[in-house]
């Protein structure tokens, strides 16, 4: 029989909260357990007085727990987290390590990679995992224009990070799992502490955030002004909807802020409904989108690659028809 | 502190604005990329800005590293005009194919050729590949502190640094010591435009091509034989849907959008 083998989710957690994306992974991590027939999903969770979030992780789909709970890792730092989970992983040995790509797993995840000399793929679209062990990791590049394979044949653990909204989490309300409580003492020294993390500042942006919206409306290069911007805005308030916007409309100042922006390089969604309006549509945009629903576009330019990716396709001013439609969605409501 | 020694990692990368010209050679199922134009990475150039900021405020020299290959002299003399003092081109046949890990070798290793060396900017990620891996993996091969994303940065006389790290909602403030490696939100600054001036001064300032021998790296441990990640096929994202296309005055295209969205349940 071949070797069990071992993937390692390592979760995010702020201010006692798991943060969405850890879950998600957690999730995959789940299904890729389930097609090498033979693995064990591991959830590594690290924190200060963060037991009760570690109680939860059973539930979605943690087989086994590590819990690393130390006054000294209440904040995210990337010489204190990568320094445990170091020790930890040359320790157990993990076949696969999997790290969500939010801020501080963009920096964590390489950071440890290097540590151990192995190899770790960016911001995966998508995961393989074959009965052997061996791990396909899809990856985009130029913008999400082309996707590769990537794989890490020697080195172990196969290493990847993956966006927020990629995956879905699992909720399995009857399963239990081991819990192990690491001693921080032994996994992390103070020596070794060169940076320190003084406050972490929270800024809750105002509105529905996107990646939970129902109805997002998103607009682009094309919308032209701020004060057009502010259609869009109306528009999406009647659903309590998000607007999201392109690179290009953010550089403009016309949007809500980089938290609104959709793509290879900003938010992957997945709403019910998402109408694009004043969008070309550049694949790095396309690529953040592909799983809405319904997905019903709006432009002057009758040739906009945005079409070939809609299943309504409107070439139209948004300028005529928006107000039009706003109108027409205040009256159904009442 | 007398003055900061600061190295500069930019990347020549492929115009972002031809990425939809990017094709996969059927055949060979290899990236065609001939005639793209490049540019300097846009992250870098925010990089750079802070690099020169900081001369602005303590004196001292800011040093552009590059791993790519030679042709690439034109686009990161746009840097030199910008304001860098000069720049280190590493090149050689074995770099090839390389990933992260196995660039961050060579660029430690410019780095640290270099010499003294206060402190090591590079935009968080580039537009091409997007991992934003170098700047963190740099710091762990340098075995110096690092910290990427950082939107807020500021140094004093004695060498203490505090950092925001740009975190999902707010930030993170990080407190260090130089030397220290710090990946450059592009959310930091507003690169400068280069001048005339500039671009005339560029052509006078030190540009130097160093290879694997000059760096004392072993073969093994760069290019794609270094790397421990290795590719595969590539492949085209498939995005296509039906497109159905809506036509009419404005009030009939709205009254098929309400429709739309009432079938597929956002609208009561």
């Known amino acids: ?334 | 502190m007398k003055g900061l020694n600061i190295s500069v990692l930019v990347k020549p990368v492929p115009d972002p604005g031809c990425y939809e010209s990017i094709q996969i050679d059927p055949q060979t199922g290899i990236l065609v990329r001939e005639g793209l134009p490049n540019i300097l990475n846009p992250a870098d150039k925010h990089a750079l800005e802070a690099a020169l900021q900081l001369v602005e405020q303590h004196s001292g020299r800011v040093v552009m590293v590059s791993m790519a290959p030679p042709n690439a002299l034109e686009t990161v003399k746009e840097g030199l005009a910008m304001g860098a003092d000069e720049a280190w081109l590493l090149s050689d046949r074995a770099f090839a194919g390389a990933d992260t890990l196995a660039t961050s070798r060579v660029l430690a290793a410019g780095i640290k050729k270099l010499g003294l060396c206060d402190l090591v900017l590079a935009g968080s990620e580039s537009a091409d590949g997007g991992t934003a891996h170098v700047p963190s993996q740099v710091g762990e091969i340098l075995g110096i502190s690092h910290l990427t994303n950082v939107t807020w940065l500021n140094i004093d006389t004695d060498a203490n640094v505090r950092a925001r790290m740009k975190m999902e909602n707010g930030y993170i403030e990080v407190e260090g010591a130089l030397p220290m490696v710090i990946g450059v939100s592009r959310g930091m600054n507003v690169p400068r435009y280069t001048s005339l001036p500039g671009i005339l001064a560029a052509q006078d300032k030190p540009v130097k091509v160093l290879g694997l021998n000059n760096l004392g790296l072993d073969p093994g441990s760069v290019g794609l034989a270094g790397s421990p990640t290795q590719p595969g096929k590539l492949s085209r994202p498939e995005l296509k849907r039906q497109g159905e296309r809506l036509e009419g005055e404005p009030a009939e295209l709205a009254k098929r959008i309400v429709a739309i969205m009432r079938s597929s349940g956002v609208l009561s």
Request: glycine share 10%; hydrophobic share 45%.
């Open chain 1, 1 to 334: 029989m071949e070797k069990k083998q071992v993937i390692w989710v390592i979760i995010e957690q702020v201010q006692g909260k798991t943060a969405a994306v850890s879950l998600e992974v957690l999730g995959k991590a789940c299904q890729l357990a389930a097609e090498a027939a033979n693995a064990q999903v591991v959830a590594v969770a690290l924190g200060s007085a963060i037991g009760p979030l570690a109680q939860q992780l059973p539930k979605h789909g943690a087989d086994k727990v590590f819990l690393v709970d130390d006054p000294r890792l209440e904040l995210y730092q990337n010489d204190t987290y990568s320094s445990v989970l170091r020790r930890l992983i040359e320790r157990e040995r993990p076949d696969v390590v999997l790290i969500g790509a939010s801020a501080s797993g963009e920096e964590l995840a390489p950071t440890l990679a290097a540590q151990l000399g192995t190899g770790l793929a960016a911001h995966c679209t998508n995961l393989r995992l074959a009965a052997d062990g061996t791990l396909t990791m899809l990856v985009p590049a130029f913008g999400g224009q082309v996707i590769g394979e990537i794989f890490c044949p020697v080195q172990r653990p196969q290493m990847a990070t993956i966006k927020p909204g990629v995956f879905s989490p699992v909720g399995l309300a009857e399963r239990t799992g081991e819990i192990v409580q690491e001693d921080g003492a032994s996994l992390l020294y103070d020596a070794e502490i060169r940076l320190r993390a003084t406050r972490l500042v929270v800024e809750e942006p105002p509105g529905m955030p996107i990646e939970q919206a129902d109805v997002i409306v998103a607009g682009g290069w094309g919308i032209g002004s701020r004060e057009n911007w502010r259609l869009l805005e109306e528009l999406a308030k009647e659903f309590n909807g998000a607007v999201g916007c392109t690179r290009p409309a953010l550089d403009q100042g016309w949007t809500g802020g980089e938290h609104t922006m959709i793509g290879s390089s900003g938010k992957t969604v997945r709403p019910k409904l998402y109408l694009g309006a004043g969008i070309s549509g550049a694949a790095h945009h396309m690529v953040g989108i592909k799983d809405s629903g319904v997905i019903i576009s709006v432009n002057r330019d009758k040739t906009a690659p945005i079409f070939q990716f809609s299943d309504y396709c409107v070439a139209a001013d948004f300028r005529d028809v928006l107000p039009e439609l706003l109108a027409q969605i205040r009256r159904a409501k009442h």
